[in-house]
């Protein structure tokens, strides 16, 4: 049985890489019959639930007594009186739509709050963390809301917030969502109950594909060229847009199916949110670029009668952000850097390391420069935070929360502790636990505090064993010799899963999957392990990446059509020189071996050019120059380059109708393409879970898919 991947992305964290996909379409749950036959064939060996929901999977088992006592047990931690996140969440409401899809133009469905009506309806999941089931249950927010009078949020309809700022003509709009068709239904939601008024700004408050793709569904780009519209951005905005996931696009894809659980099924025993909100919308992402960007510390603009003060805030939750202060009305937009969970220092789908000392003094510059006199708090996810007292209580609590990450992880690095450690030792001080908005939802303590040390130590853990270790795959076979083979370690591997020993079980049953990756029998029981782990986080990342693990151990992965490249906005924001570098990327340096070529580009409509070399397997490129001697000068406009940037049209056929023009060895760009490698979404993370998957046609001139989402 294939899955297709675009159809898979309905759980749709990879909506933003699939989004110029004309075939998705989103069933968000997986019927039966698509299961793959060999597990169809497995009956489950667990008595269901005693829940009406079944197991989406024939051999998902339910949570088991060790872990129904574990979250139990969690719960009774919880500051469970402290219901102040309800009432702040459901204040200002004014109305939800009557539907709960939104259709992509494309026909698939972009966006779902129906398949969460389990969450809804049900109470105190066995095989969810309560910590979570209440954010999860927080998020299902859907609506608009009024914050006060003149700033309104349409929310639960992507997974950030839409906020409507009333200015003397029109709306100033914050963050218009990932997808056009999202982005557009917010603004008829809100035509319909506060009237009709026209979009005068948008103001993108950071650089992630959340916040500005469905721009084109609120704006005509001929408004914002003739000045009618003004979009507003931070500095850095356009850079970041594209480049923070270009490099590392496809495995960050990949891992996408594991932080954000894509092929899981919205389901207690499987996907049940992503804590900033419920998802991506799988819709038309576009991009705009900013007619005003903020490239000063602090600036303060007037927009349609309404001033606004923004600082920039870069590196810290993303390159490239802006808060917003509103001084008529005391309100402070954060952006993202304070929401109402723990965020991430480190994003699981692989990214590079954020900086929680930095967030920290951001935050710490809020509190004093605006929360001192703000009445009202809010933010790009989440709900608003009123009063003063509450607005100073959250900006200390995150800011100590991101500072205490920082200190003590290093306090403790200072004596020895290292990232192989630091997951299991470092503690997070409990009155910044007992704030539900400090609550590891998005980022956890434990994937966040291997960041810190990360981020200044590195990897390593300075025990030279670590140092140059064997592969997993070669290592793992000796293992499984001197513990005494398989059946050993299936026994010991089953008695530890019985006991309740989860994390011990996983030691020694991923050495048998590394080391015997067709032992199904193996794959099914580290499986199970891997999914009572994934029920007992309260982090839906951990959880996710636990339930991913889980899903493709059972059925493998899911082979299909590969997702498409980029569109043409996000194409047209991309340097030529951040294309080449990702050329050099994309190069099988075992192929070019051998090869010495030299190209000149150069690109008359925006009067750049490149010197191209490969040389010793490696291409490199450096803007600015020329090389004297070069084998092939290719000219071709940088309009025209984008087509063959989004593989719309490749270089040769540019050549052959003459778009492109070529001197000298023009055999030089074949050999160069004959180099080339797509980048396939599917390879395979944990061992013999990889099905015959299909090879896409090699277009060497492509450039691979680019996922745009940088939480
Ligand atoms: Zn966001």
Redesign the pocket.
């Known amino acids: 049985m294939r899955y297709g991947f675009t159809l898979l992305a309905t759980a749709s964290a990879v909506a933003l890489a699939f989004a110029c996909s004309k075939e998705a379409s989103t069933p968000p749950t997986p019927a039966p019959s698509e299961a793959p036959a060999d597990a169809a064939a497995a009956p489950a060996e667990a008595e269901p639930m005693g829940e009406a929901i079944g197991h989406f999977h024939p051999k998902g088992k339910a949570p088991s007594k060790h872990t129904i006592a574990a979250l139990e047990k969690a719960g009774g931690t919880l500051p469970l009186s402290d219901r102040r996140d309800f009432e702040e969440q459901a204040k200002g409401f004014i109305a939800a739509p009557d539907y709960k899809k939104i259709m992509a133009d494309a026909g698939n469905v972009a966006w779902d709050m129906e398949r969460y009506d389990w969450l809804v309806e049900g109470e105190n999941f066995e095989s969810i963390h309560p910590s979570t089931e209440r954010q999860s249950k927080l998020n299902m927010n859907y609506g608009l809301y009024e914050v006060i009078p003149g700033f309104y949020q349409v929310r639960g309809f992507d ?2 917030n839409m906020t409507f700022v009333r200015g003397k003509t029109g709306w100033i709009v914050f ?1 218009p969502l990932t997808a056009a068709e999202t982005a557009r239904a917010a603004k008829e939601l809100v035509d319909e109950h506060l009237g009709e008024r026209p979009v005068v700004a948008v103001v993108y408050s ?1 650089s ?1 594909g ?2 500005w793709g469905g721009v084109r569904g609120i704006v005509d780009e001929a408004d914002v060229r003739s000045g009618k519209v003004k979009i507003i951005a931070p500095r850095g905005f356009m850079q970041f847009a594209v480049s923070e996931n270009v490099y590392a696009g496809n495995a960050m894809n990949r891992r996408l199916f594991y932080q954000y659980g894509v092929l899981l099924p919205a389901s207690p025993f499987g996907y049940v949110g992503q804590g ?2 419920q998802g991506v919308a799988a819709g038309d992402s576009g991009l705009i670029a900013p007619t005003l960007v903020i490239e000063k510390g602090v600036e303060v603009h007037t927009v349609d009668g309404v001033k606004m003060e923004f600082k920039n805030t870069p590196g810290a939750e993303a390159p490239a952000q802006i808060q917003t202060w509103f001084p008529a009305s005391k309100v402070f937009w954060t952006g ?1 850097d304070v ?1 109402g969970v723990f965020h991430n220092i480190y994003t699981l789908r692989g990214a590079l390391v954020r900086d929680a000392l930095l967030w920290s003094k951001y935050i710490n510059e809020a509190l004093y420069r605006y929360g001192k006199q703000a009445e009202v708090m809010i933010a ?2 989440h709900w608003p935070r009123w009063g003063n007292e509450r607005v100073q209580e959250v900006l200390r609590g995150q800011r100590d929360l991101y500072a205490n990450m920082n200190n003590q992880v290093l306090h403790l690095a200072n004596q020895g502790v290292t990232i192989n450690q630091i997951h299991n030792v470092y503690q997070t001080p409990k009155g910044i636990a007992e704030q539900w908005y400090n609550r590891g939802y998005h980022g956890s303590p434990e994937h966040n505090s291997r960041a810190v040390i990360n981020r200044y130590l590195g990897y390593w853990d300075a025990n030279p064993a670590t140092l140059i270790p064997l592969s997993p795959a070669d290592s793992a076979p000796l293992y499984v010799e001197m513990m005494g083979g398989a059946d050993a370690i299936m026994e010991k591997g089953q008695s530890l899963h019985d006991e309740g020993k989860y994390r011990y079980a996983q030691e020694i049953l991923n050495k048998l999957v590394q080391a015997q990756p067709q032992n199904q029998e193996a794959k099914d029981l580290l499986a199970d392990v891997f999914e009572q782990i994934g029920y007992q986080q309260e982090n839906t990342g951990l959880r996710n990446s636990f339930l991913a693990g889980a899903f493709e151990l059972r059925s493998g992965i899911p082979t299909g059509t590969s997702p498409k490249s980029a569109g043409p906005d996000v194409v047209r924001a991309m340097s030529t020189e951040l294309f080449l570098d990702f050329l050099g990327i994309r190069m099988d340096g075992t192929k070019a071996e051998g090869m010495e070529y030299t190209i000149n580009l150069v690109t008359p409509d925006n009067g750049e050019q490149f010197a191209i070399e490969l040389s010793n397997a490696t291409l490199t490129n450096i803007k600015g120059y020329q090389a004297e001697d070069a084998d092939l000068t290719l000219t071709i406009n940088r309009v025209d380059l984008e087509q063959t940037m989004m593989g719309a049209k490749p270089l040769a056929t540019q050549i052959a109708d003459g778009t492109a023009k070529v001197s000298g060895d023009a055999s030089v760009l074949k050999k160069l393409g004959s180099t080339m490698v797509d980048f396939e979404i599917g390879f395979e993370i944990l061992p013999g879970t990889k099905s015959a998957a299909e090879v896409e046609d090699l277009n060497p001139y492509e450039v691979g898919p680019i996922d745009i989402h940088g ?1």
């Open positions: 997974l950030a963050d950071h992630h959340d916040h900033l909100g993202e929401t790009s996810h939480e």
